[in-house]
């Protein structure tokens, strides 16, 4: 069974930039060094009842 390890603030806060360039998930996981699931992840996680991620 694979274990998952949770995402710095840092790459959390790396996440928000990309997305605010409208860089792919794809190209901002392999910048932070994890893979596009994590992100995609990390951005289902924090949508809110609209489907909007924080700062949108």
Do not use: C, F, H
Not at 18 to 47: C, F, H, M, W, Y
Request: aromatic share 6%; charged share 30%.
């Amino acid at each position: 069974m694979k274990k998952y390890k949770q995402l710095t603030s840092e790459q959390r806060y790396a996440i928000y930039l990309g997305l605010e360039n409208g860089d792919t998930q794809r190209t901002i996981a392999s910048l932070i060094g994890v893979g596009p699931s994590a992100v995609s992840r990390e951005l289902q996680r924090n949508k809110d009842e609209r489907g909007a991620t924080r700062g949108d």
